[in-house]
């Protein structure tokens, strides 16, 4: 990951909690029902007509969980409440630009880049930064992007 990437999002984690020693989660639902979230979910909503299960469990994680079926099987998007951050995971595989299931779903694409969410790819995600998880309320996970932007609960392979 560039390094000017991992900064800018560092510093929007720092913004989100303002004080990692002692961290403030009351940005989770003031960032949740604020009009620009509703208005992603919306259009999310109104481009897969019903077909959407929302996972949101705001009492563990800093993100918006949405699932939906392509294939016969669960695809999940996560929307972070940290800053404009998501990642798309299908068939237990975080999906990017390189895979064909990306393609298919330029619509959805289409409403993350319009609100300016940043499509994050799996070796970003797992990027960790040196910072104590123990004022996160949990044990033995290291402060990777994917734990601090969305939930430490989440694992990709």
Do not use: W
């Amino acid at each position: 990951m560039y390094k000017q990437k991992k900064e800018r999002i560092l510093c929007d984690i720092l913004n989100a909690y303002h004080d990692l020693k002692k961290t403030d989660f009351h940005f989770v639902m003031e960032t949740y029902n604020s009009l620009k979230y509703k208005e992603v979910i919306n259009d999310i909503y109104s481009l897969f007509r019903f077909k959407v299960k929302d996972n949101t469990d705001l009492n563990y994680d800093v993100c918006i969980s949405l699932e939906f079926d392509y294939l016969n099987k669960s695809m999940f998007l996560y929307l972070s409440l940290v800053s404009t951050y998501a990642f798309l995971l299908y068939d237990d595989k975080v999906i990017d630009s390189n895979d064909d299931v990306y393609q298919l779903f330029t619509n959805l694409m289409d409403i993350l880049s319009s609100n300016n969410f940043v499509l994050l790819k799996k070796n970003e995600l797992l990027y960790e930064f040196d910072i104590d998880t123990s004022p996160f309320g949990v044990k033995d996970k290291k402060a990777s992007i994917l734990g601090l932007l969305f939930s430490f609960g989440l694992s990709v392979n």
